[in-house]
């Protein structure tokens, strides 16, 4: 597993697999917290090249979206949209811990917040 850090004191990071860790660093990612508060997720934006009253579109993309594309598994149906962590950890972005999920399938795999990696809690 490799970090990913997501602000500046290097404090909080997100993991990735070995297979997306060159990919990843090539953005700056940052903390976007659910509606709720409790979990973090690691994001980018990047502009799109649609133009709404004469500004480009930007989009956020999440970092376990992102990851789930890369691996090439496709989504089972059209009502698989959701990226599920399956530890429950948002910043656990490592492919073996993915899957596509629907919203209502995410809703019911929910489970407390997982306590956001610090670098004291990861093995080198």
């Known amino acids: 597993m490799y970090r990913i850090w997501l602000d500046s004191a290097c404090t ?44 480009k579109v930007r989009v956020k993309l999440y970092l376990h979206k992102e990851v789930l594309v890369r691996t090439m598994k496709l989504p089972p149906t059209a009502r698989h949209t959701m990226g599920d962590h399956g530890d429950g950890d948002s910043l656990n972005c490592q492919r073996w811990n993915l899957e596509w999920q629907t919203p209502s399938g995410n809703r019911r795999s929910a489970r407390p917040a997982a306590r956001p990696a610090s670098p004291a809690d990861i093995p080198f």
Do not use: P
Request: with cysteine; glycine share 4%; charged share 30%.
């Open 12 to 55: 909080v990071c997100a993991l990735v697999s070995f297979e997306d860790y060159e990919w990843a660093i090539q953005w700056k990612w940052q903390i976007t917290w659910d509606r709720h508060k409790r979990k973090m997720y690691a994001t980018r934006s990047t502009t799109t090249g649609e133009v709404r009253n004469g500004r």
